[in-house]
């Protein structure tokens, strides 16, 4: 049975705000990608649902039934999806039981597996950027190669995303050896303006782990101003996505604004940092906003 593209249920008293936001968040949107797609569900439509009626605590039924849906569609992303974002069982135990959920986490883990062993085989021809720097020539030049690297695959089919999560790992590795051996931000003052955002840029790739441990180095050079202040807020609102599910300042697609409080608890911590946009407001008027 296909999902209507009209529910939206009323907010549960076991159901937070924020939990509230999000999941109706994610059906909207999915629902307008189905209609523009002629009503027609991928296998990332059936997965946005059941993740939204898992938050939303509603309809655990048909949550269940969407969920291998979209499994059934397509195995390989599938897996590579549930490994990636699915969490642990206590994401999934309002549909799902504990058998269900580690017979599909052992199926996706070996898929997984046996695709990346695949794709490794085959890496030898990956484009990498050379380890090379002996002056600012060439530090310009190794910057150059991140930043192709950076979008070489990031868009396209999931060996594509594959690729690109190989050349994601290499590039950063390279930022740490050059982290160690600057022991500061690559901005403005060392490789240019033109070129200051690419440190950023690798970090804001990584994952979330490597965000946290470079934020007071992306910050320290903000404040200095070694690096405009939209790169800060964009990592700020990446590392407040994967941990909390919503962003500050709006630069993250499809992702809801916490709550006003929050955002002003943020402002007010930060504010210091970039002083020319305080507040959520205005800092949207002088963004692009896009996501990265």
């Given at each position: 049975m296909?999902?209507?593209?009209d529910?939206?249920?009323?907010?549960?008293?076991d159901v937070?705000?924020?939990d509230?936001?999000?999941?109706?968040?994610i059906?909207?949107e999915t629902?307008?990608?189905v209609?523009?797609?002629?009503?027609?569900?991928?296998y990332?439509?059936y997965?946005?649902?059941?993740?939204?009626?898992?938050?939303l605590?509603?309809d655990a039924v048909?949550?269940?039934e969407?969920?291998?849906?979209s499994?059934?569609?397509?195995?390989?992303?599938?897996?590579?999806?549930?490994?990636?974002?699915?969490g642990?069982?206590?994401?999934?135990e309002?549909?799902?039981?504990?058998t269900?959920?580690?017979?599909?986490?052992?199926?996706?883990?070996?898929l997984?597996?046996?695709?990346?062993?695949s794709?490794?085989?085959?890496s030898?021809?990956?484009?990498?950027p050379?380890r090379?720097d002996?002056?600012?020539?060439?530090?310009?030049d190794?910057?150059?190669?991140?930043?192709?690297?950076?979008?070489?695959?990031?868009?396209?089919?999931?060996?594509?995303?594959?690729?690109?999560q190989?050349?994601?790992?290499e590039?950063?590795?390279?930022?740490?050896?050059?982290?160690k051996?600057?022991?500061?931000?690559?901005?403005?003052s060392?490789?240019?303006e033109?070129?200051?955002?690419?440190?950023w840029l690798?970090?804001?790739?990584?994952?979330?782990?490597?965000?946290?441990?470079?934020?007071?180095?992306?910050?320290?050079?903000?404040?200095?101003?070694?690096?405009?202040?939209?790169p800060?807020?964009?990592?700020?609102?990446?590392?407040?996505?994967?941990?909390y599910?919503?962003?500050?300042?709006g630069?993250?697609?499809?992702?809801?604004?916490?709550?006003?409080e929050?955002i002003?608890?943020?402002?007010?911590?930060?504010?210091?940092?970039?002083p020319?946009?305080?507040?959520?407001?205005?800092f949207?008027l002088?963004?692009n906003?896009?996501?990265?």
């Amino acid at each position: 049975m296909k999902p209507r593209l009209d529910y939206f249920p009323k907010q549960s008293a076991d159901v937070s705000a924020s939990d509230y936001s999000y999941g109706i968040s994610i059906l909207g949107e999915t629902y307008q990608k189905v209609k523009s797609d002629q009503g027609v569900f991928n296998y990332a439509d059936y997965w946005n649902i059941a993740v939204a009626l898992v938050r939303l605590k509603t309809d655990a039924v048909s949550a269940k039934e969407y969920l291998y849906q979209s499994k059934k569609l397509n195995e390989n992303n599938f897996a590579q999806i549930f490994e990636e974002l699915g969490g642990g069982f206590d994401a999934w135990e309002y549909c799902l039981l504990r058998t269900e959920y580690d017979v599909i986490k052992a199926e996706c883990a070996a898929l997984n597996a046996k695709n990346n062993a695949s794709i490794l085989k085959g890496s030898g021809n990956l484009p990498v950027p050379k380890r090379r720097d002996k002056g600012k020539g060439e530090l310009i030049d190794l910057l150059n190669g991140l930043m192709e690297n950076d979008q070489r695959y990031r868009t396209g089919s999931v060996e594509n995303r594959s690729y690109q999560q190989l050349l994601d790992r290499e590039n950063l590795s390279v930022i740490d050896e050059l982290y160690k051996k600057y022991n500061t931000y690559l901005g403005k003052s060392l490789v240019g303006e033109a070129h200051s955002t690419v440190m950023w840029l690798i970090i804001q790739h990584s994952s979330l782990e490597s965000m946290e441990k470079y934020l007071p180095c992306i910050i320290e050079a903000v404040r200095t101003r070694e690096l405009a202040a939209a790169p800060l807020k964009m990592l700020l609102d990446r590392i407040a996505s994967i941990s909390y599910g919503y962003q500050y300042y709006g630069t993250q697609k499809g992702v809801p604004m916490a709550s006003a409080e929050i955002i002003g608890m943020i402002n007010k911590k930060y504010g210091n940092v970039y002083p020319e946009a305080r507040t959520a407001e205005k800092f949207r008027l002088v963004t692009n906003q896009k996501n990265f």
